[in-house]
C-alpha cells in the first residue's frame, strides 16, 4: 500500500494526514503545494565522441551531463538507482541537507554499501529550507567525470526571488574531459602511487567548445534577447580543478552560492571549487553579437602540472543581425586571469555575505583546528619501483591532522553506527594537529608522512561547532575546495599564513558571513566555518578534488541522535544495499 500512497501524494494537494503518513514532513506542518518528484536513473554507459574520438562513457539515461532535476523548496524526491554499468556506483545530492536522512546522502562506504551492477537502491529526501542551485554526482571512485547534473531549486509555490524575476534561466555544468576512460587513469595512479594524467579538456554543458578540434559544431549556446536579464546557475563538476569563469563584455550580479541567497555584489570573473555552485544574474546591455563564455584554472598547486586549456560556450544574442554568417563571424573573447592569479580568487571568495543578519552559533562547545594538506608516503619494503612513482620513490598521500582517511570495505560508517558494530571505525580522530608545526613554512619531512585510519569525530546533538581548517605547505600548498556533507555552515573568515587566534578572530564577521557546503580553503592559508551539530548521522568532510580524497583527504563525524523522533535518524530503508 506504500507504493500507492507515494502515487497519490504525487497527484493530489496534501492532506496533513497523508504527510504524517509518508513522514515527508518532519517538522509537522502541511504545506499545500509541496509535491513528490519520481525520477528513474539508469546508469549505463553510452557512446560519447569528444575530441575526435568516440568513447563509451558511464551516464544517467545515456545522457551526458545527466538530466537536471528541478524543484520547488519543501519538495520531495523520489530517484529510483539502477546500476547497469560495469562498476559499483553511488549517487550524492550535493549540499542537500538530508534532515534525519542521511541513509539517502550517497558516499560509498559512509552512508551506504555501494549499488553494485545489475542492482537498485531507490534515494527518498526532502528539501528543506534550501533555494538556489545543487547538484548530483556519482561518489565512487572517479565516476562523477561522467555522471553528474543540476538540482535546482526554485521558491516555494507562491514565493518568488528576492531579485527580480530573470526573463530566463540557464545551468552552466563546467566538467572535465579525459581522452581515456577516468577509471583507467585513477586506476593507474593508484597503482604507480603517482599523480593521475591531467585532464585533455574543460567542457560547458559536456562540450569542450571551438577552441578544440572537432567541437564547434556542437559548442555549446546560449540565447538571449537584447535587454534581457538571465540567471546563469554555474556549477563546477570539474573533478579536479578550480575554474575562473567569464563571459566577454559583460557584468555578474552574484545573488546565491550553494543553494543560499547572498548579499548582490557584482564581478567580471568568478571563481569556483569543485562542488562549489554560484548563481549570477546577467544582463544583455552589450551590441548584438556573439560572446564567448570561457573557463580555465585556477592552479594554485606551484609546479603541478595542470590542464590549462579553455572551454568556451557562446552567449548570443537573438537580434544578432548576420544570422546566415554567424557561424563563421568569431565571437568576442574575453580576458581570463592568469592561471595563478590567487589576488582574483581571494577577492572574490571574500565578497559573500548574507543578505542579512543571521544567527551565527556562539558559546562553541566543540572547537577544532584541522590541518589539510598533502603528504608522501614512503615506499613499503619489498615494494615494486613500479608502485613509488611519487617524488624521489614514494607513494602520494593526503591527511587532516596527520590522520590519512582509508574507507571501510566490509559496512559503511552509518551502518556500523547504526548497529553498533565494532572494528569498523575508531571514534578518534584528533580535534587538533599532534603536533603543532608551521604549517605554511618549512615543514620538517619528519611530518610528511602521515598515519593512516578510519577515525571519525563525535558530537552531541545540538552541539555548535567551530573549525579552522588549516592549509599546509608539506610537498605543496594549493587551494582546496573543503565539502561537509549534511550541513551547511557560515564561513566567519579566511586569510592566508598560519591562523593566529589571538590576531585573527578579530576578523571574524558574525553578523552576515556566507552560508555555503564548500569552503574554498586559500592557497596557504585558513578559513573558519561554524555550524550547530542539527542533523544526526554520519556526514564526511572531504577535499573535492577527487584526487586528493582518494589520497586520504578527508574525514568523517558522528552526530548523536538528541530527544524524539525528529531529533533522531530515520530507520534504514529496506532496500539499502548490502556489502
Given amino acids: 500500500m506504500a507504493s500507492v500512497f507515494d502515487r497519490i501524494g504525487a497527484l493530489v494537494s496534501c492532506s496533513c494526514i497523508l504527510f504524517v503518513l509518508l513522514h515527508l514532513f518532519s517538522d509537522g506542518i502541511c504545506m499545500a503545494d509541496a509535491k513528490t518528484h519520481y525520477h528513474d536513473f539508469a546508469i549505463q554507459a553510452a557512446k560519447v565522441k569528444r575530441l575526435c574520438k568516440t568513447q563509451n562513457v ?15 523548496n519543501g519538495d520531495t524526491l523520489v530517484i529510483n538507482v539502477v546500476n547497469k554499468a560495469q562498476y559499483n556506483v553511488t549517487i550524492h545530492w550535493h549540499g542537500v541537507r538530508q534532515m534525519r536522512t542521511a541513509w539517502a546522502d550517497g558516499p560509498e562506504f559512509i552512508t551506504q554499501c555501494p549499488i553494485r551492477p545489475g542492482g537498485s537502491y531507490t534515494y527518498r529526501f526532502r528539501i528543506q529550507g534550501q533555494e538556489g542551485t545543487l547538484w548530483w ?18 521558491p516555494k509555490e507562491g514565493e518568488s526571488y528576492p531579485f527580480v524575476k530573470p526573463k530566463r534561466e540557464t545551468p552552466i555544468l563546467l566538467g572535465e574531459w579525459w581522452n581515456a576512460n577516468p577509471m583507467d587513469v585513477i586506476r593507474e595512479a593508484t597503482r604507480s602511487g603517482g599523480a593521475p594524467n591531467i585532464s585533455d579538456a574543460y567542457t560547458i554543458n559536456g562540450q569542450p567548445g571551438d577552441l578544440f578540434n572537432c567541437s564547434t559544431q556542437d559548442t555549446t549556446i546560449v540565447p538571449i534577447g537584447s535587454g534581457e ?4 546557475r554555474v556549477i563546477n563538476a570539474a573533478l579536479n580543478q578550480q575554474l575562473f569563469f567569464t563571459v566577454a563584455n559583460h557584468k555578474f550580479t552574484v545573488v546565491g552560492a550553494d543553494a543560499s541567497y547572498v548579499k548582490p555584489f557584482t564581478t567580471s570573473v568568478i571563481m569556483l571549487g569543485p562542488g562549489q555552485t554560484t548563481d549570477v544574474l546577467i544582463k544583455a546591455d552589450q551590441p548584438p553579437a556573439r560572446y564567448y563564455m570561457a573557463a ?41 586571469p592568469a592561471y595563478n592569479d590567487t589576488n582574483t580568487a581571494s577577492a572574490f571568495t571574500t565578497s559573500f555575505k548574507s543578505p542579512r543578519k543571521v544567527e551565527v552559533p556562539t558559546d562553541i562547545d566543540e572547537n577544532l583546528f584541522i590541518t589539510v594538506g598533502l603528504g608522501l608516503q614512503n615506499c613499503p619494503p619489498g615494494a615494486s619501483n613500479q608502485t613509488c612513482q611519487g617524488p624521489n620513490g614514494t607513494r602520494f598521500t593526503a591527511s587532516m591532522n596527520n590522520v590519512s582517511f582509508v574507507l571501510p570495505s566490509n559496512f559503511s560508517l552509518l551502518q556500523a553506527h547504526h548497529k553498533g558494530l565494532p572494528g569498523v571505525f575508531t571514534a578518534d580522530f584528533p580535534s587538533a594537529p599532534p603536533v603543532k608545526f608551521d604549517y605554511t613554512g618549512n615543514v620538517s619531512r619528519s611530518l610528511w608522512q602521515p598515519l593512516k585510519g578510519t577515525k571519525v569525530y563525535n558530537l552531541k546533538f545540538g552541539s555548535r561547532v567551530q573549525i579552522v581548517l588549516q592549509g599546509t605547505s608539506i610537498f605543496t600548498a594549493e587551494n582546496h575546495p573543503i565539502h561537509l556533507h549534511g550541513y551547511d555552515f557560515y564561513i566567519i573568515a579566511e586569510g592566508f599564513g598560519n591562523f593566529d587566534p589571538k590576531k585573527d578572530s578579530a576578523k571574524f564577521n558574525l553578523v552576515d558571513p556566507p552560508m ?4 574554498s580553503l586559500p592557497v596557504n592559508g585558513w578559513s573558519v566555518i561554524r555550524f550547530v551539530a542539527d542533523n544526526p548521522g554520519v556526514w564526511i568532510m572531504h577535499c573535492h578534488l577527487d584526487v586528493h580524497i582518494g589520497w586520504g583527504l578527508a574525514m568523517a563525524f558522528i552526530v548523536d541522535n538528541g530527544v524524539g523522533e525528529l531529533q533522531t535518524l530515520e530507520a534504514p530503508p ?3 544495499p548490502v556489502c
Avoid at 558511464?58 to 520547488?72: R, S
Avoid at 536579464?229 to 546563469?232: I, N
Avoid at 590542464?307 to 546566415?324: M, Q, V
Fill in 296 to 336: 580555465r584554472a585556477y592552479a594554485s598547486a606551484q609546479g603541478a602540472p595542470f590542464d590549462n586549456t579553455t572551454t568556451t560556450a557562446i552567449l548570443e544574442y537573438k537580434s544578432t543581425p548576420c544570422k546566415a554568417k554567424c557561424t563563421s563571424s568569431k565571437p568576442i573573447m574575453p580576458n581570463l
Fill in 516 to 519: 555555503r557546503n564548500t569552503a
Fill in 574 to 576: 529496506n532496500d539499502l
Fill in 137 to 154: 554526482h556519482a561518489h565512487s571512485s572517479w565516476l562523477r567525470a561522467t555522471v553528474y547534473g543540476a538540482l535546482v531549486i526554485r
Fill in 229 to 232: 536579464t538571465m540567471l546563469l
Fill in 58 to 72: 558511464i551516464t544517467v539515461n545515456g545522457q551526458f551531463p545527466g538530466p537536471t532535476l528541478e524543484v520547488n
